[in-house]
């Protein structure tokens, strides 16, 4: 499913190559993680009254996911929350249904910024235990990872350096969950 999903990004990008993305996750070395996550009813998420049955309670912190995209299913619990440009948070309802998917920091770097990784958090519920896998859909380590030149328009400046998956896993595993972890690879911030 990801690498259709990847394939008709690919087609939505006006890329030739069509599976210029997805090859990254069928590579046989590529580095995808299958997570499961559970969040217990918190009795402290009850005190208040707002759409996720209480008071927020923090259950996963706030962060871009690292990898290409990630595909997310959940139980009918609500909990996980998108943040918008103007720094607040929406919940995006439960749907035991549908998978929701994320762009991640890599797919942010290779479009150059047309795809946006969201920055995201899942709040806990007061009453109801929450179940969630996700496949996060990674390249191999060694995989460079670049803006893509077949997308850059005219004198469009490259927003990011190309790294290695290697060096983002490395670099990221120094920072805090919720750090900006493309900061290090922008290229007006050389640090
Ligand atoms: O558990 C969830 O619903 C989402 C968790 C998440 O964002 C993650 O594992 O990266
Ligand atoms: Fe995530």
Not at 46 to 57: F, I, M, Q, S
Not at 95 to 119: A, C, E, P, Y
Not at 126 to 152: D, H, N, Q, T, V
Request: hydrophobic content about 30%; proline content about 4%.
């Amino acid at each position: 499913m990801g690498c259709e999903i990847l394939e008709l990004m690919a087609e939505g990008l006006n890329i030739e190559e069509k599976n210029m993305l997805s090859k990254l996750v069928t590579d046989k070395d590529s580095d995808c993680i299958f997570r499961l996550n559970h969040y217990p009813p918190c009795p402290e998420s009850r005190l208040n009254n707002n759409d996720n049955g209480g008071e927020n309670v923090i259950g996963f912190g706030e962060h871009t996911d690292p990898q290409i995209i990630s595909l997310l299913r959940s139980n009918n619990t609500s909990g996980f929350q998108i943040c918008l440009k103007d720094k607040s948070w929406i919940s995006v309802p439960s749907d035991h249904n549908s998978f929701f998917v994320n762009v991640g920091d890599s797919l942010q770097v290779m479009t150059n910024g047309r795809f946006k990784s969201v920055r995201h958090r899942v709040l806990t519920n007061g009453f109801k235990s929450r179940l969630s896998m996700i496949y996060f859909c990674g390249p191999s380590l060694s995989e460079k990872i670049a803006p893509l030149l077949c997308l850059i328009k005219g004198n469009e400046r490259l927003l990011y350096r190309e790294f290695t998956w290697f060096e983002y896993k490395k670099s990221a595993y120094a920072t805090r969950l919720s750090d900006n972890r493309l900061g290090h690879f922008e290229t007006n911030n050389d640090s």
